[in-house]
């Protein structure tokens, strides 16, 4: 495990030896997706102890009621619509039956305890980044396997995609994300970070130069792009056209 | 029951993209029996761990026909329907509106009912999808040079089922698994067809992609067709 760490460790630094180290693993593969998942587990689960707080606490009825204040005194100070006085009656009139609605649907229960239902939500929320972080894992690692064949460099696909799983480590900063001002900042560092160390991924176990790696990395989003735009464009014309 | 296990480990080692286990598969005595049991088990077994799913989002969510009168008793207190309630007309219309959105909104709510009904559902889909795709890319495969038999094309493509198994993770209410069950099926595809017909790299990924890109040009051509005939309605009308 101490070895793993410290392989994980190099890599991050760019360490051509741990990359070598990392690539004769075996199941790389399935390496690949225990690491992708743990990442964002661990990265994520900050995000998961704040939703389950906010899931299994009781509605408080009157901090919405003081939100809902709040919003109309926004617009009453700032909307010019609202400076009407017949305008500002009506909306007074519609918060003192919205907020007695709000009691009302708040108190409608589930037959599940609140307890229970809130931590299945949650518990639900926190493995579905996970599963989602996955899912684009390997949509976009076999995009950019295609356009490391078409510059010359091979890889076997479960290989590439264990090999590159790596960009995910550096995602561990998004723990930091709560930190006021810091957090904003690290998670950019951090996806930064994973870029870079993707490329150096591909570059390894594609056989590729740095130029070649960098371009296979980024061509995908090109290619999406101009395709997502294609698409829209050549709608876009046809319903001109028929209508 | 060996069967049933050994169709199990192949479909494990099929999950990892293993081109061996897609080499067993296509050297097994039946491959489409073979692969139609893992099939079935799979489906089988995701549908009914997504139904306690089901039954459990269903006991995490306050009852709907509740919450709807509560908003429209208190709907009917708010100022503007004291003024807007006085033509009955506007009355008829809104009711209609109001029931149609609720219906709407109730289509998106669990249903234990509906998900009992899929436990037969999922898993002929799951065969129905796997003979049409299974068909188009042998085809494909084939023009493109490839060796493999339909019945060992049909064998390797079940071991591509094998990424559903995720969907086993619905058993919490609220689960969302994005497209990694797709995309993961897509790269078992892939490998399966590569494997199976010997073919290279990019031939293997045109045989894989070009069903879909089948499927999405019939799709685009029927939703040009719908929409010129929906014109020509509006232009005539």
């Known amino acids: 495990?101490?070895?793993?760490?410290?392989?994980?460790?190099?890599?991050?630094?760019?360490?051509?030896?741990?990359?070598?180290?990392?690539?004769?693993?075996?199941?790389?593969?399935?390496?690949?997706?225990?690491?992708?998942?743990?990442?964002?587990?661990?990265?994520?689960?900050?995000?998961?102890?704040?939703?389950l707080w906010?899931?299994?606490?009781?509605?408080?009825?009157?901090?919405?009621?003081?939100?809902?204040?709040?919003?109309?005194?926004?617009?009453?100070?700032?909307?010019?619509?609202?400076?009407?006085?017949?305008?500002?009656?009506?909306a007074e009139e519609m918060l003192n039956?919205?907020?007695?609605?709000?009691?009302?649907?708040?108190a409608v229960q589930a037959p599940l305890p609140r307890g229970i239902s809130g931590f299945l939500t949650a518990l639900s929320q926190w493995l579905s980044r996970a599963m989602i972080a996955v899912g684009g894992w390997m949509f976009y690692?076999?995009?950019?396997?295609?356009?490391?064949?078409?510059?010359g460099g091979s890889a076997k696909l479960p290989?590439?995609?264990?090999?590159?799983?790596?960009?995910?480590?550096?995602?561990?900063?998004?723990?930091?994300?709560?930190?006021?001002?810091?957090?904003?900042?690290?998670?950019?560092?951090?996806?930064?970070?994973?870029?870079?160390?993707?490329?150096?991924?591909?570059?390894?176990?594609?056989?590729?130069?740095?130029?070649?790696?960098?371009l296979a990395v980024v061509a995908p989003i090109f290619v999406l792009f101009?395709?997502?735009?294609?698409?829209?464009?050549?709608?876009?014309?046809?319903?001109?056209?028929?209508? | 029951m060996n069967g049933i296990v050994e169709s199990l480990r192949l479909g494990g080692r099929a999950l990892l993209l293993q081109e061996d286990a897609y080499e067993e598969m296509r050297l097994a005595d039946n491959p489409v029996v073979k692969g139609l049991v893992l099939i079935v088990v799979v489906g089988v077994v995701v549908a009914l761990l997504s139904f306690i799913g089901d039954v459990l989002a269903w006991a995490s969510t306050p009852d709907l026909n509740t919450i709807k009168e509560i908003v429209y008793s208190h709907m009917t207190q708010m100022p503007w329907w004291k003024f807007a309630s006085q033509d009955p007309q506007f009355v008829q219309i809104f009711n209609r509106i109001w029931e149609l959105n609720w219906s709407l909104i109730g289509l998106f709510m669990p249903d234990p009912g509906s998900a009992l009904?899929?436990?037969?559902?999922?898993?002929?889909?799951?065969?129905?999808?796997?003979?049409?795709?299974?068909?188009?890319?042998?085809?494909?495969?084939?023009?493109?040079?490839?060796?493999?038999?339909?019945?060992?094309?049909?064998?390797?493509?079940?071991?591509?089922?094998?990424?559903?198994?995720?969907?086993?993770?619905?058993v919490l209410p609220?689960?969302?698994?994005?497209?990694?069950?797709a995309i993961w099926g897509i790269l078992c595809a892939y490998t399966g067809l590569k494997t199976a017909h010997k073919l290279p790299w990019d031939r293997a990924a045109w045989a894989t992609v070009l069903p879909f890109i089948l499927a999405l040009a019939v799709s685009l051509l029927s939703a040009c067709w719908a929409t010129g005939i929906l014109a020509a309605m509006v232009k005539g009308g």
């Open chain 1, 1 to 51: 495990m101490a070895d793993l760490l410290r392989t994980l460790g190099r890599a991050m630094l760019l360490d051509d030896q741990a990359y070598q180290a990392w690539r004769e693993r075996p199941n790389l593969f399935l390496r690949g997706i225990v690491l992708i998942v743990l990442v964002s587990l661990v990265a994520g689960i900050l995000s998961f102890a704040v939703t």
């Open chain 1, 54 to 90: 906010l899931q299994i606490k009781p509605v408080d009825v009157a901090s919405i009621e003081e939100s809902i204040h709040q919003s109309l005194e926004w617009q009453l100070r700032f909307n010019p619509s609202f400076q009407d006085p017949a305008v500002r009656n009506m």
């Open chain 1, 97 to 106: 039956a919205i907020v007695p609605m709000i009691t009302d649907i708040a």
């Open chain 1, 141 to 151: 690692g076999a995009l950019v396997l295609i356009f490391v064949n078409l510059l």
């Open chain 1, 159 to 214: 290989d590439f995609l264990g090999m590159v799983a790596l960009y995910a480590v550096p995602g561990l900063l998004g723990l930091l994300q709560p930190i006021p001002c810091l957090g904003g900042t690290l998670v950019f560092i951090g996806t930064v970070w994973g870029i870079v160390v993707y490329i150096k991924a591909t570059s390894v176990i594609g056989g590729l130069d740095a130029g070649r790696a960098i």
């Open chain 1, 226 to 243: 101009l395709l997502a735009l294609s698409l829209v464009v050549l709608w876009g014309l046809w319903l001109g056209f028929i209508f």
């Open chain 2, 117 to 170: 009904a899929n436990i037969i559902l999922l898993p002929l889909g799951l065969v129905v999808r796997w003979l049409l795709y299974g068909l188009v890319a042998y085809l494909f495969a084939r023009w493109l040079g490839g060796t493999a038999t339909l019945s060992e094309t049909l064998g390797v493509l079940a071991l591509a089922v094998a990424p559903q198994v995720l969907n086993v993770l619905n």
């Open chain 2, 174 to 181: 609220q689960m969302h698994l994005g497209g990694v069950v």
